[in-house]
């Protein structure tokens, strides 16, 4: 059994798993007035990330690109799409990316000695990709053993980031009430 819980990775990627710098990669937004229209899209292998009243918005390349503008449904494109990325008003008791960064920062205010948090790149619509590192020895965490919890990897999955979030949160609660086995696991 591990000895040392070295690692809580969490990985916040955002509706695409896509290489930011060099990419080639833009947000579309196509013209797509009803269902017919995104089935159409849909079906062609494109995700449609967000839907609209008259139009939808995908991930694509250059030749993508270059596609939807020969057919008339390219209205605009962008390497860096800004949209609102907060969770509808049914998902509002799962943390956001905004509100899971604010919270990872929380845990690093309240927890000094015990969580790092740094960022490990930006996701292709420039999004910080957090690693939360809880570890009572910095130094030394990357020669034990230790444990990596990975979330929000897949578009559209809430609960994913929600179970690392949380074990993180529960670690540091334990941690901080002298729980003997978290001690010993850190």
């Known amino acids: 059994m591990a000895k040392v819980l070295g690692l809580v990775a969490l990985l916040f990627f955002s509706f695409a798993a896509l290489s930011h710098s060099g990419s080639g990669q833009y947000f579309l937004e ?31 390349s250059e030749q993508d690109k270059a596609f939807f503008k020969a057919k008339g449904q390219l209205l605009s494109f962008s ?18 990316h905004l509100q899971i960064l604010a919270a990872l ?34 130094e030394t965490h990357l020669e034990k053993p230790g444990v990596v919890f990975m979330g929000a990897h897949h578009a559209r999955e809430h609960l994913s980031a929600e179970v690392p979030l949380r074990h993180l949160m529960k670690f540091c609660e334990l941690y901080s009430e002298g729980d003997e086995r978290v001690k010993r696991l850190l």
Do not use: C, W
């Not at 390497?79 to 956001?96: G, I, L, Q, R, T």
């Open 105 to 138: 920062d929380q845990l690093q205010q309240t927890y000094p000695d015990l969580v790092q948090v740094t960022a490990i790149g930006m996701s292709v619509e420039g999004r910080i990709i957090p690693v939360a590192t809880l570890t009572v020895n910095p």
């Open 30 to 60: 196509l013209k797509a007035s009803n269902k017919y229209e995104r089935s159409e899209i849909a079906n062609s292998g494109f995700a449609i990330e967000e839907f609209h009243e008259n139009h939808v918005v995908v991930t694509g």
């Open 79 to 96: 390497h860096n799409h800004v949209s609102a990325f907060s969770f509808p008003p049914k998902d509002s008791e799962y943390h956001d």
